[in-house]
T-cell receptor, first 114, second 112 residues
């Protein structure tokens, strides 16, 4: 099993550009999450999904959109990137929403917006 | 609003010491609490999960305790090794949600 993979690993954008981050998992997990990690602020939840075709807002959803068209993939989109979106983005997944099981994390995507 | 705090933010100890990392949360209505490890430039790896009905969990040299009523958890690391150097994060899932709330982590350095 590859576990949770993220594409790309690094990206530099100019303000106003758009991009999509791809998260894929091969563990047949129902729940998937996107977080951002900033120095001194821990991980903050952007959006999450409880199953194929569903999405929900997390703690910091503004400026981001997501889609879960296939169970194994969860896409995070930035329509018009801003310097405040410079961060490390992590995707995670689990079987049962974390109530009885742990989350599995991807290696992260380091995004810089100039 | 649930808030999770970890103190200290950084800790440096000599090899072989036993140490305790602290995690506190403001709302005791949680499903579970988890401890994670993060190495520099990497994702998070789960260490221990404690259900709300449990008091502690153990894995090797690690022991995590949970006191829901006081909103506290501790991660005890026995006989620390340089390989234990990493950032340790705790997270809770509030009852009625599937959302993890993370602390800001404790950066641990074990000196050889």
């Amino acid at each position: 099993n590859a576990g949770v993979t993220q594409t790309p690993k690094f990206r530099v954008l100019k303000t106003g550009q758009s991009m999509t981050l791809l998260c894929a998992q091969d563990m047949n997990h129902e729940y998937m999450y996107w977080y951002r990690q900033d120095p001194g602020m821990g991980l903050r939840l952007i959006h999450y999904s409880v199953g194929e075709g569903t999405t929900a807002k997390g703690e910091v959803p503004d400026g981001y959109n997501v889609s879960r068209l296939k169970k194994q993939n969860f896409l995070l989109g930035l329509e018009s990137a801003a310097p405040s979106q410079t961060s490390v983005y992590f995707c995670a997944s689990n079987i049962a929403g974390g109530l009885t099981d742990t989350q599995y994390f991807g290696p992260g995507t380091r995004l810089t917006v100039l | 609003k649930q808030e999770v705090t970890q103190i200290p933010a950084a800790l440096s100890v000599p090899e072989g010491e036993n140490l305790v990392l602290n995690c506190s949360f403001t709302d005791s209505a949680i499903y579970n609490l988890q401890w994670f490890r993060q190495d520099p430039g990497k994702g998070l790896t789960s260490l221990l999960l404690i259900q709300s009905s449990q008091r502690e969990q153990t894995s090797g040299r690690l022991n995590a305790s949970l006191d829901k009523s006081s909103g506290r958890s501790t991660l005890y690391i026995a006989a620390s090794q340089p390989g234990d150097s990493a950032t340790y994060l705790c997270a809770v899932i509030a009852s009625g949600t599937y959302k993890y709330i993370f602390g800001t982590g404790t950066r641990l350095k074990v000196l050889a």
